[in-house]
């Protein structure tokens, strides 16, 4: 197999929302510097928002600014949120969202020119070519794109990050892209746990199923530290097809009903004193309806008219057009029947919830020369798409400042082939177990061990220590997997990824002895938040010498 060696400034691994926007930042700050793109599928239709987007869920409307979105966020992730980061991030918010605008994202408008608004934090869009948008801003800078490149490892002598290896999925070439500074974006983790949909359906998932984790994998390995793993996000959606229900909810104001007919939310707003719930208790109140035998539960769309059953199927033709198809049967028409809902398997996500790398106000993480954007990066959750690309911007900025006066580093042969003979081990087995095989294993561990949807989502120390003995026992037969072509190889590669976040994970989870998010991270054995000893961030380090992972906690900031 050909080696193809790359030099470039700055890498971005990763060309979703974040990437790409980073990307373009780059070149309207410094239009000399070198950039490459290393994109495991295509930037044209690639990441979380592959299939588009209705709405920018994290917009300032009037009425609202930087403190009252901080406050906002503060309330729903119970006190622990990276306040600095967040206030970036508002900060930058509606900025953004005008240059992507300029960029050719259709925003829908009043007709005195404001954007239409989805609720008090977002604005409406027409999405559906969302990433195109962005790939096309892309195309008209000099950055080079690597599409179908996975990456492996982070090129790191022990100092600092220099570059990153690949792998060309289609080609069959090793890449080595040495680089100054190197800008992660790779989003978040999925099928860490056992989906809803198995079988054939398995890749019907809330997240993209092809976004394994591996951005959190190449740090961990290197010894980046990582926070906030255990708050997990869990999507609450309409069953099979996992359409989001704010579309239905705040669009449509379908309130929630159990199979009695009951408003159970409003129900639990009495039961928790007529304060209002956060959004992890939509999915709490749903999950123990469900328990009490008063499931299924629904978003009550049987009050629609036809008028606006017609905009609530536009505006899902933006981003999820499954659903379309599925209220296509008479039998399923949501003004006929209300539409059921359910809880996802859990996933690891620093857009929705806050897991990622542990990071500066510039984005660097704790590993000079690497700087994180978007879902990967830890502390400030509820970003969403605008909020990635301000991070994008910020880390951009930081990155060209950086690397002013640095020379790219010699990376050791051995090295080189070290990993090389890493990545390829699973094409040479002739017999070993599949990729399918260690998935589906890694899977039942994490859903009947760690709080999967067989368990309700529920933890507790005796199922933690199990998942983390069978992790490790697990994690030493990652040599045993054979690959029988490319495609198989980034499965085994998916694999270790996943095994490598997971036992992360499960660290984090036992680590913090309350219940802080509700179902997110819901402790049988400590079912209390504890402000006196948990108002902190539990992070973590990863030693590849000892195979060892150092818990730490750190104060709010």
């Keep these: ?119 008090k934090r977002s ?139 009951e408003d159970y939310l409003a129900l639990y707003y009495k039961h928790l004193g007529g304060n209002r719930c956060l959004t992890h208790h939509r999915l709490l109140a749903t999950v123990e309806e469900t328990k009490a035998g008063r499931g299924p539960c629904f978003l009550d769309t049987t009050t629609l008219d036809e008028a606006q059953e017609r905009k609530l199927k536009e505006a899902f033709l933006n981003m999820n057009p499954q659903v379309v198809l599925l209220w296509a049967s008479d039998d399923m028409n949501p003004r006929r029947r209300p539409v059921e809902i359910q809880g996802t398997e859990p996933f690891i996500v620093g857009g929705h919830c806050q897991a990622g790398y542990w990071i500066d106000k510039g984005r660097r993480t704790t590993v000079p020369g690497l700087y994180a954007a978007g879902e990967v990066a830890g502390g400030a959750p509820k970003k969403y798409v605008s909020g990635s690309w301000v991070e994008a911007r910020i880390a951009a900025a930081t990155a060209l400042e950086d690397v002013k006066g640095n020379c790219l580093e010699d990376v050791d042969h051995e090295f080189i082939q070290k990993e090389k003979t890493r990545v390829l081990s699973p094409l040479t087995k002739k017999f070993g177990l599949s990729p399918v095989e260690v998935r589906e294993r890694l899977q039942k561990i994490m859903d009947e061990c760690a709080g999967g949807i067989s368990m309700n989502y529920a933890l507790h120390e ?56 509700a179902c997110y991270q819901t402790r049988l054995d400590y079912p209390n938040r504890d402000d006196k000893r948990w108002l902190v961030f539990v992070n973590s380090l990863y030693n590849i010498h000892t195979d060892e992972i150092k818990m730490i906690e750190r104060p709010l900031c």
């Design 123 to 261: 604005i409406r869009i027409l999405g559906e070519r969302l990433k195109p948008i962005l790939a096309g801003a892309v195309r008209k800078t000099p950055a080079r794109v690597l599409n179908r490149v996975v990456a492996t490892n982070f090129i790191y002598n022990g100092k600092h990050v220099c570059g990153a290896f690949g792998y060309g999925i289609r080609d069959g070439m090793f890449y080595v892209v040495r680089a100054k500074a190197v800008i992660v974006a790779t989003g978040g983790a999925s099928g860490i746990y056992r989906p809803n949909n198995t079988g054939e359906a398995r890749h019907l998932t809330w997240y993209c199923p092809w976004n394994a984790g591996t951005g959190y994998a190449m740090g961990i390995r290197i010894g980046a530290e990582m926070t906030s793993f255990e708050n997990r996000f869990i999507a609450l959606r309409v069953k099979d097809v996992h359409a989001p229900t704010g579309t239905i909810a705040v669009g449509a104001y379908a309130k929630q009903i159990n199979a009695l007919g």
């Design 462 to 517: 005796e199922r933690l220590l199990e998942a983390r003995r069978l992790l490790k026992g697990l994690q030493e037969h990652v040599r045993d997997i054979a690959a029988e072509d490319n495609y198989t190889l980034v499965e085994a590669l998916e694999c270790i990824d996943r095994i490598d976040v997971a036992r992360v994970l499960v660290e984090h989870l036992i680590y913090r002895k309350e219940t802080r998010w």
């Design 1 to 119: 197999m050909s080696v193809v060696y790359i030099d470039t400034d700055i890498l971005i691994i990763g060309g979703g929302a974040a990437g790409c926007f980073a990307a373009v930042e780059i070149y309207k700050r410094s239009p000399n510097c070198r950039v490459v793109i290393m994109e495991k599928a295509h930037i044209e239709r690639s990441g979380c928002l592959a299939m588009g987007l209705n709405a920018i869920n994290a917009y300032l409307n009037p009425g609202q600014t930087p403190d009252i979105h901080v406050s906002y966020i503060e309330r729903q992730f119970e006190g622990i949120i990276r306040k600095d980061l967040v206030y970036d991030i508002a900060q930058g918010l509606n900025e953004v969202v005008r240059d992507v605008e300029e960029m050719g994202l259709p925003i829908e408008k009043n007709e005195d020119g404001t954007y239409k608004r989805k609720g």
